[in-house]
């Protein structure tokens, strides 16, 4: 089995049961979004000794255990400083009993990513867009499923009303790539998978 793949360069996706983490990296080190669950804890242990660079930064999308699953376990091995939007502190730090370190705000710039608030999923969820290689790495905003993109399931959302209306603000938003935390990478079409996710909106 592969242990992660390059999904464009410098960004490595690694996945683990049913989810994905990524890891990108920024020259002379290295920042993952999300953690995954518990057993993926081995695998970006792995995965960053073979890439040789210290991990420095972990990125919470927002609190739920299969973002969350091994923080606890990375933190204790490699030590990265943990970052969230500042309202998904507290769920973090109650799943996991690790301290966030960063609490991070709508707009603001945070390792090379700019930070977009997108409360729905839950309260403090987040996507990550990395401006220089058009990436937005989107939580779980949505997810991808057969080269398409769909709403998580609605019973796992604090309002699915209000993630919606995130998803269509992410046409005012300039990306090519989209990084879902499930599914699938979508390389070049990500804003055209969104487009046509949101015009099925209008139809039902
Ligand atoms: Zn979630």
Known sequence: MILMEEVIPG????????????????????VLVDTGI??????????????GKPLKAVILTHGHMDHTG????LKEVLN???????????????????KVDVKLKDGELF????????????KGSICLLDEDSKSLFVGDLVVEENGKLKEVPHQYSMDPEM?????????????????PAHGNPIIGKGKEKIRELVESFNLS
């Open 111 to 122: 390792e090379g990513f700019r930070v977009l608030h997108k409360p729905g999923h839950t």
């Open 80 to 98: 990265p400083i943990v970052a969230s939007q500042e309202e998904e502190v507290e769920m973090i730090e109650r799943n996991t009993g690790v």
């Open 70 to 73: 091994s923080l606890r376990c």
């Open 38 to 51: 518990e057993s993926t804890c081995e695998k970006i242990i792995e995965a960053v000794k073979k890439l």
């Open 163 to 179: 993630n919606r209306k995130r998803i269509i603000e992410l046409l005012e938003v300039e990306f090519e790539n989209l990084m």
């Open 11 to 30: 960004i490595y996706r690694i996945f683990d049961t049913f989810v994905n983490v990524y890891i990108v990296d920024r020259g002379d080190h290295l």
